[in-house]
T-cell receptor, first 115, second 115 residues
Framework: GENVEQHPSTLSVQEGDSAVIKCTYS??????FPWYKQELGKRPQLIID?????GEKKDQRIAVTLNKTAKHFSLHITETQPEDSAVYFC??????????????FGKGTSLLVTP | GAGVSQSPSNKVTEKGKDVELRCDPI?????LYWYRQSLGQGLEFLIY????????KSGLPSDRFSAERTGGSVSTLTIQRTQQEDSAVYLC?????????????FGEGSWLTVV
């Protein structure tokens, strides 16, 4: 099955700096790559996603890039703010599996933005 | 409803007892997923329901775990003879018209502690 690796597991940046989280996936048939943010004690919530027919997508301070050849995708957060502190999960899914479009998650990156 | 609803939000049970966790998906969502999140860990896929199709149970960790979905809506995850390693947050999620790129929405989770 799909195996999603995520790095780093923890990341500490100063407010205003950029943060980059990287993920790799194993199944070349995966075609949908969302990113979820989970604040302490809260549910994971979608912040941005990208499909396999697009190489990059941006939403204000957040951007995601996808390299299908290398099977990796990255989350970029610019001008980080303390409220960006959370655990971020990357995920991948594909058509045709028995699990429908169940997401295969990375193990998460704990981001800390210090003032 | 406005979102995915789960109950109970917290459950403490004695080792060896059975527990039932309930999920009420967003109205109209045909795809329903159960994930497990152990403390500080990623999101582990457990089971998937789509409409009237047979569920994909490939992620269930043992035969002590089972789930059903009645009437294509509410789902119950049952853990029999609970063990301490079952302690985790059990997250339910749903999505509309199972296809790639549909956002999967999570509930707040049921925090299970086995003592």
């Amino acid at each position: 099955g799909e195996n999603v690796e995520q790095h780093p597991s923890t990341l500490s940046v100063q407010e205003g700096d950029s943060a980059v989280i990287k993920c790799t996936y194993s199944d070349s048939a995966s075609n949908y790559f969302p990113w979820y943010k989970q604040e302490l004690g809260k549910r994971p919530q979608l912040i941005i996603d990208i499909r396999s027919n697009v190489g990059e997508k941006k939403d204000q301070r957040i951007a995601v890039t996808l390299n299908k050849t290398a099977k990796h995708f990255s989350l970029h957060i610019t001008e980080t703010q303390p409220e960006d502190s959370a655990v971020y999960f990357c995920a991948a899914s594909k058509a045709g599996s028995n699990s429908g479009y169940a997401l295969n998650f990375g193990k998460g990156t704990s981001l800390l933005v210090t003032p | 409803g406005a979102g995915v609803s789960q109950s109970p939000s917290n459950k403490v049970t004695e080792k060896g007892k059975d527990v039932e966790l309930r999920c009420d998906p967003i109205s109209g969502h045909t795809a329903l997923y159960w994930y497990r999140q152990s403390l500080g860990q990623g999101l582990e896929f457990l089971i998937y329901f789509q409409g009237n199709s047979a569920p994909d149970k490939s992620g269930l960790p043992s035969d002590r775990f089972s789930a059903e979905r009645t009437g294509g809506s509410v789902s119950t995850l049952t853990i029999q003879r609970t063990q301490q390693e079952d302690s985790a947050v059990y997250l339910c999620a749903s999505s509309d018209r199972d296809r790639a790129g549909n956002t999967i929405y999570f509930g707040e989770g049921s925090w299970l502690t086995v003592v």
